[in-house]
């Protein structure tokens, strides 16, 4: 089994978040629920309509193409792919063909071929009764496609490709990149060979939308031609869909029904000079941090490795946790991931009615914490507390008395009360019973009414004791 060598190629849809479509004025708003409601004579391609190209979509797939250090064309150009269906009213698709926005470039050190700008199609939905209905909210919603060079291995190292892609999508603000609402979507092409130097015969699996199951419909296919192989038969090219509920792919489409798109350029859309119409240098330079720099960043945190996932995978989040680390000292590092990451988030997903609180008082707990002024207990109420209602933990700390005492005279002097009231408990601990040390801690905190550093206690007592 091991002996065949596994090759897969990705191509990864994304609709791009920006504020209208991609030839016309109408709002792209991937939530609107109402079917039609975001369409006008050019999204519904009236006779005589011209479509007008979006260049903040333009812009978006140029800022990819710079994440990736990919190559931004010279020049660049839109063309028809024609193929009739309902979901396509024009009766093509305005895509790119031979001169995409961007060659090249890298994801997780894998090559990437191009990446091109089309338009999203509407959204056919089969009733009970045989009818088709079809929502254009969709229809010229702007969509990027990136494809790969066939180089990537195994199924892991395809997840880990599209959620690396995912992460940039979001860190540039280019896409929302939610699989589950069709933001992102990926194609997966799977071919097995036993000799190195050929390809075998490639599949493809169509509109996959989870990781869970790129991550399945890969291995499935895999398994399967590999079993092909093994009986001597021959693996045809096709286009296969995931079945969801049976776990395993389904023929669509034999290579011999393939559409013949008849391409060309569309005449209707100038040819773009995107040296000229954009200040790529600007692109660049104005990137927000990426995904990888920012684990190879945290990798100097000493963070549990489930940490650096969860930061690396909500930008929002990794923010918040860098605008708390600026104020408290990246020393603190650990100390804030796991007042962040596990007394935090574990409050969240206990109690939705709480907020994060904002991120300056968030670093005024932690860093009350870090003078001694806060026990953990007393860091973590009062947590919940400005979770609940966002508030200066200070004010609320000295309003309710919470605020530890690291005044050594007087923690001093509560040391000696305790001792002197303590004589046989003293002797007792003298002669060898060393359990007795917590008990004279305890006094110590009964009488500061909670409120002195246990730790501070503790060296008090064995400076007195000794
Ligand atoms: P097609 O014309 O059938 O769409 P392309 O050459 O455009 O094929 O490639 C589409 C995708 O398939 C790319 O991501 C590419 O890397 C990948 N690919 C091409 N050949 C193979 C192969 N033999 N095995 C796996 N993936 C492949
Ligand atoms: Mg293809
Ligand atoms: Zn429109």
């Known amino acids: ?45 009236h006779p005589g309509t011209l479509p007008v190209a979006n260049h903040k979509a333009i812009k978006k797939v140029i800022t990819v193409g710079c994440a990736v250090n990919g190559t931004i064309a010279d020049f660049t150009e839109f063309d028809r792919k024609n193929y009739f269906y309902p979901d396509i009213p024009k009766g093509y698709q305005i895509s790119q063909y031979k001169l995409p926005i ?27 009764e045989g009818y088709t209905l079809v929502d254009y909210n969709r229809a010229g919603v702007p969509l990027m496609e990136l494809v790969t060079e066939p180089v990537i291995h195994s199924a892991e190292e395809a997840v880990a490709f599209a959620r690396e892609l995912q992460r ?58 590999i079993e092909a192989c093994e009986k001597g038969e021959k693996i045809v090219q096709e286009t296969r869909g995931w079945d969801e509920g049976k776990q395993a792919t389904f023929s669509q489409r034999k290579k011999e029904n393939a559409h013949d798109y008849r391409y060309f350029p569309d005449p209707d859309l100038p040819k773009l000079y995107l040296h000229k119409l954009f200040n790529i240098d600007e692109i660049k330079s104005s990137l927000p941090e990426l995904p990888s720099a920012r684990k190879e960043r945290y990798s100097k945190y000493n963070l549990q490795s489930n940490y650096v996932d969860i930061l690396i995978d909500d930008v929002n989040m990794g923010t918040y946790y860098d605008s708390i680390l600026s104020s408290v000292g990246e020393n603190n590092s650990v100390l804030v991931a796991n007042y962040l990451l596990s007394d935090t988030l574990g409050l969240l997903a206990k109690d939705e009615s709480l907020r994060l609180p904002s991120s300056s008082n968030f670093a005024k707990l932690i860093g009350m914490n870090i003078k001694g002024e806060l026990s953990s207990r007393g860091t973590k109420d009062i947590l ?83």
């Open 1 to 45: 089994m091991s002996d065949y060598i596994t090759t897969i190629g990705l191509e990864i849809h994304a609709e791009l978040h920006t504020n209208s479509k991609m030839w016309c004025g109408c709002k792209n708003d991937p939530y609107e629920k109402k079917p039609n409601q975001n369409i006008c004579e050019v999204c519904m391609a």
């Open 102 to 128: 961007v060659v090249g470039g890298k994801v997780n050190g894998k090559d990437l071929t191009r990446i091109h700008l089309e338009e999203d199609t509407a959204k056919s939905s089969h009733d009970n």
């Open 168 to 225: 940039i999508l979001r860190y540039t603000g280019v896409s929302e990149a939610n699989m589950e609402m069709g933001q992102m979507r990926i194609e997966a092409n799977i071919s097995v060979s036993k000799d190195p130097s050929k390809f075998g015969t490639k599949c493809e699996v169509k509109n996959i939308n989870s990781f869970a199951s790129v991550f399945g419909a890969i291995n499935y296919e895999v398994a399967r031609h």
């Open 384 to 466: 919940a507390v400005i979770m609940k209602e966002d508030q200066d933990p200070r004010d609320y700390a000295e309003k309710n008395n919470l605020i530890q005492t690291n005044d050594t005279e007087a923690l001093k002097k509560i040391v000696e009360e305790v001792i002197s009231e303590s004589p046989t408990q003293v002797a007792d601990y003298k002669s060898g019973k060393e359990a007795m040390f917590m008990y004279f801690v305890g006094q110590c905190m009964k009488k500061s009414k909670g409120n002195g550093n246990p730790s501070l206690f503790q060296e008090l007592l064995k400076e007195a004791l000794k």
